[in-house]
């Protein structure tokens, strides 16, 4: 492993982590807040740590493949701790785990939370706690490469470890300009999302910090009433729709920008998608329309739970949880494991993924059926080797291990199994909201300091897609024994 260019590189991100909560010291200052000078420190923290380990620049600056998984998983760990103390020093928290908690759950877009009174925390740590969700929706690494060049081409290490999805790639042959590319994108929807909120007579501040949370696909909420506090069907169609749009895989929007209109809309996973949430809002319209009034009210509610849900998002006009029926409380389950399409913005197992699965299924029936047949997969219209298909299914393997491991340490806390069970899906696919306790009017408060850790961690785990985080905790084993990059 290259030691020193990872030193150098998590040190240009923590300095990068510094400069990300200056927006919230202005905040601080233009509200006259008292609070503010809780992210000094932080900050002088992180430019002085960051400093010390990338003052000069190695001569081998190649990352190779362990190195950038590492680098992700060690990075997104210390991005939550040092992220934490402005939350810390604010006093408004009960102890450091809730500040962790709270900070991975913005960081990592999840938007769980263990506040039970949101509306008197000072709007500078508002303002943070969404803009978590913003530079976690990207990837702080993706911000980074953006604006700094690292590495040499290999930092595409970087990209694939953090960037969701089975398949990352290059839009353009450099590393940098795709990394631009990708942030300009998010940028643009994000500006776009806020003109259009304060079109529906949001204020700026609040359509700033939601805008952070639907671009992010986060759902941290400004107030304990959330979306609901406006009662305005514009501006929950305005986030339900853009929600689903930051739910698509950004590539194509990249595509659409040069032209290649026609092949951004023959994408296959973003037919599955689509349909999948035409079919979920008509299922749930069907099955919720007694308790509303009309089909309009119906089929808006429908339409942004379901968006919510399947981006995993987790921003809510309706209390699901206790209002709605069993049937479709389990096709939101369903969708906390589907998710977004890769390369976007949400958790979950990703609709490529889930198509994937289905297509190895199919082809392994047709093995039986016609054995002497040549059987090829295919995503995209494209033939997906062997490798994809089995890396593919151990991620599916390892993600319902984890879902039960998380889901059995719970109950040692809680002994509530249908909370348990959706609290440890909601983190891992990075949603927030579940079902018992942790409904949208609930929270994750009532977990043990360690449950709450296991909760960080998972939280962190499901936005790296799983491989990173183990990655690091199998480096000390390596060097053991001796392994060499």
Not at 204 to 222: M, S, V
Not at 232 to 248: H, K, Q, W
Not at 316 to 345: E, V
Not at 408 to 423: G, Q, R
Request: charged share 15%.
């Amino acid at each position: 492993m290259n030691r020193k260019m990872i030193a150098f590189t998590i040190g240009r991100i923590l300095v990068a982590e510094g400069a990300l909560m200056i927006p919230s010291v202005i905040v601080g200052l233009i509200y006259r807040e008292r609070s503010t000078w809780v992210f000094l420190p932080a900050i002088a923290l992180l430019l002085v740590i960051g400093a010390l380990c990338s003052w000069k620049k190695p001569q081998n600056t190649v990352i190779f493949t362990r190195d950038g998984y590492f680098i992700v998983a060690a990075v997104w760990i210390l991005l939550s701790v040092f992220g934490a103390l402005p939350f810390w020093f604010s006093g408004y928290f009960k102890s450091f785990w809730d500040c962790l908690f709270e900070i991975a759950s913005g960081f990592s877009t999840t938007g769980a939370s263990i506040l039970t009174a949101i509306d008197p925390l000072p709007r500078c740590i508002l303002f943070w706690r969404s803009f978590s969700h913003w530079v976690g929706g990207m990837g702080v690494l993706m911000f980074v490469l953006a604006i700094m060049p690292l590495a040499e081409e290999r930092s595409l290490h970087l990209m694939r470890a953090e960037v969701p999805g089975p398949v990352v790639g290059k839009l353009v042959p450099r590393i940098r300009d795709t990394a631009k590319i990708l942030y300009g994108v998010y940028t643009g929807l994000t500006a776009i999302l806020v003109i259009l909120l304060l079109c529906g007579g949001m204020p700026l501040f609040d359509a700033l910090c939601y805008a952070f949370g639907t671009a992010g696909t986060g759902g941290f909420g400004i107030t304990n009433a959330g979306v609901s506090l406006y009662h305005s069907a514009y501006i929950e169609t305005v986030i339900a729709v853009f929600m689903m749009l930051f739910g698509i895989n950004f590539n194509l929007y990249y595509f659409i920008l040069i032209g290649k209109v026609k092949d951004a809309l023959k994408s296959e996973e973003l037919h599955v998608y689509l349909g999948v949430i035409a079919a979920a809002v008509l299922a749930i319209a069907a099955s919720t329309y007694h308790l509303y009034q009309g089909i309009g009210s119906t089929l808006r509610y429908a339409f942004f739970q379901v968006t919510t849900i399947i981006s995993t998002t987790g921003f809510a006009t309706a209390d699901f949880a206790n209002d709605w029926p069993a049937f479709s409380q389990m096709i939101l389950i369903l969708l906390m494991f589907t998710g977004a399409c890769a390369g976007s913005t949400g958790g979950g197992l990703k609709m490529s993924r889930i198509i994937l699965l289905f297509k190895s299924c199919n082809q392994e029936i047709q093995r039986l059926l016609h054995p002497r047949a040549v059987q090829v997969v295919r995503l995209e219209k494209k033939p997906v080797d062997n490798l994809l298909l089995r890396t593919t299914l151990s991620f599916f393997v390892l993600y319902i291990g984890i879902v039960t491991a998380v889901t059995l340490l719970l109950s040692l806390d809680e002994p509530d199994f249908l909370t348990n069970f959706t609290a440890a899906t909601a983190c891992l696919s990075n949603i927030g909201p579940g079902l018992g306790k942790i409904g949208p009017n609930g929270n994750y408060a009532f977990y043990s300091a360690p449950s709450k850790v296991m909760l960080s961690l998972t939280m962190l785990a499901g936005r790296l897609e799983l491989f990173p985080i183990f990655v690091l905790f199998n480096f000390r084993h390596d060097r053991k024994n001796g392994a060499k990059a």
